[in-house]
């Protein structure tokens, strides 16, 4: 059966952790991450929306490659045969001609991934070398940000919207999705990457799951990235896999920037479990 399967999040939200177990599942738990496949996202995407459109991206200004996305998406499933995962920043959205970006009709599902807006702020400064407050003023923005016509980056640009746009696109859109918090996924990861794992199409067991669930152990993972380097780094001095594991904002983000990003998203967080003070309800339903 072909189709995509989407892996959906605001950045700094377990995407590239889901990623890599769900890569490990396909190759193998020993499979290194230096054989990640690059899931049609940064340069990779350019490329292949270079291959299925018409026209080159380099061409084209961001709205008009926005309408040939749908179209790109259809030909690529068409011509594969085969189910393709792709991982997206993107709020859930329609193109000005009224289609949605990842076209329902071969979207088989969306693995949409949370995170307390708290750890996402520090994570994200870490991640930009930013200041917190940069960090949490972005994820309150909800405009497109701006990219020169002159010159298109080798990264097809995303509108991820503001941290609580991009979260109610997906929950709020057309898309069959298997919701997870980064939270859920740290406390029980066999239970929950095996429920994805079933989201996404793989067809595997428990003990699949849980050999490929310890391969991708943070410190497995913090190891190969300095014997070997990973490719989504921010940066040669910055380590992408920094901490993994939730309330890293405690004693780093102060009370101000705490009340903040309440008032930014608190609508949003309480629909998610996310309370003021930091703390994740559980167990939770989406609502």
């Known amino acids: 059966m072909s189709g995509i399967v989407l892996i959906a999040s605001y950045p700094k939200s377990g995407n590239t952790w889901t990623r890599i177990v769900f890569e490990k599942l396909r190759k193998g738990s020993a499979a290194p991450l230096t054989d990640l496949s690059k899931h049609l996202h940064g340069g990779p995407l350019r490329r292949t929306f270079d291959d299925f459109s018409p026209v080159n991206a380099a061409e084209l200004s961001p709205e008009e490659i926005d309408d040939f996305f749908p179209d790109v998406y259809r030909r690529m499933t068409e011509e594969t045969g085969e189910t393709?995962?792709?991982?997206?920043?993107?709020?859930?959205?329609?193109?000005?001609?009224?289609?949605?970006?990842?076209?329902?009709?071969?979207?088989?599902?969306?693995?949409?991934?949370?995170?307390?807006?708290?750890d996402v702020a520090v994570s994200s400064a870490h991640h930009l070398d930013e200041t917190l407050v940069q960090a949490v003023d972005v994820m309150a923005q909800d405009g497109r940000p701006n990219v020169s016509l002159d010159h298109l980056p080798e990264r097809i640009p995303q509108w991820f919207r503001s941290w609580s746009g991009n979260v109610t696109s997906w929950l709020d859109g057309p898309?069959?999705?298997?919701?997870?918090?980064?939270?859920?996924?740290?406390?029980?990861?066999?239970?929950?990457?095996?429920?994805?794992?079933?989201?996404?199409?793989?067809?595997?067991?428990?003990?699949?799951?849980?050999?490929v669930v310890a391969a991708a152990r943070f410190d497995r993972l913090q190891q190969e990235e300095r014997e070997f380097g990973f490719r989504e780094s921010p940066a040669p001095s910055r380590a992408?896999?920094?901490?993994?594991?939730?309330?890293?904002?405690?004693?780093?983000?102060?009370?101000?920037?705490?009340?903040?990003i309440v008032a930014d998203h608190g609508a949003v967080m309480e629909r998610l479990g996310y309370g003021a003070d930091g703390s994740v309800t559980s167990p939770w339903t989406i609502r």
Do not use: M
Request: proline fraction near 5%.
């Open 175 to 211: 898309y069959r999705l298997a919701v997870a918090r980064y939270e859920d996924l740290y406390a029980s990861p066999v239970t929950e990457f095996a429920r994805l794992a079933n989201a996404a199409g793989f067809a595997c067991d428990e003990s699949q799951i849980s050999d």
């Open 84 to 118: 393709i995962i792709v991982k997206t920043h993107n709020a859930a959205r329609r193109n000005r001609t009224g289609e949605w970006l990842y076209p329902p009709d071969v979207v088989t599902g969306v693995v949409y991934l949370t995170r307390h807006p708290f």
């Open 240 to 260: 992408f896999f920094r901490a993994g594991r939730p309330g890293t904002w405690e004693g780093v983000l102060d009370h101000d920037l705490q009340a903040r």
